[in-house]
């Protein structure tokens, strides 16, 4: 078995409040259109280490409900203007 050490810094506490829209299946933070936006408690944080790309990522439980990743609107434009 092999033992994996790491330092994670959410950007979020449990009990914050987040403006999310949900897109395509994609949880979005800084949407900048309010219509289509609900706001959402975090009531818990997932930590997703990845061994082989020494990555962290944070899976987010919002209102008790759906667990999803939250993407902020200026990643995601630009991940389009890439393609």
């Not at 449990?14 to 299946?25: H, K, N, Q, R, Y």
């Not at 219509?35 to 919002?62: C, P, R, W």
Request: net charge negative; charged share 25%.
């Amino acid at each position: 078995m092999q033992q994996a050490i790491f330092t994670a810094h959410c950007p979020y506490e449990l009990g914050d409040i987040v403006e999310v829209a949900i897109i395509e299946g994609m949880a979005i933070t800084g949407y900048p259109r309010r219509l289509g936006t609900a706001e959402m408690q975090i009531t818990d944080i997932i930590t997703e280490h990845s061994l082989k790309n020494g990555t962290v990522s944070f899976i987010y439980e919002l209102d008790g409900k759906k667990r999803m990743r939250l993407i902020p609107w200026n990643e995601l434009t630009k991940r389009s203007e890439k393609h």
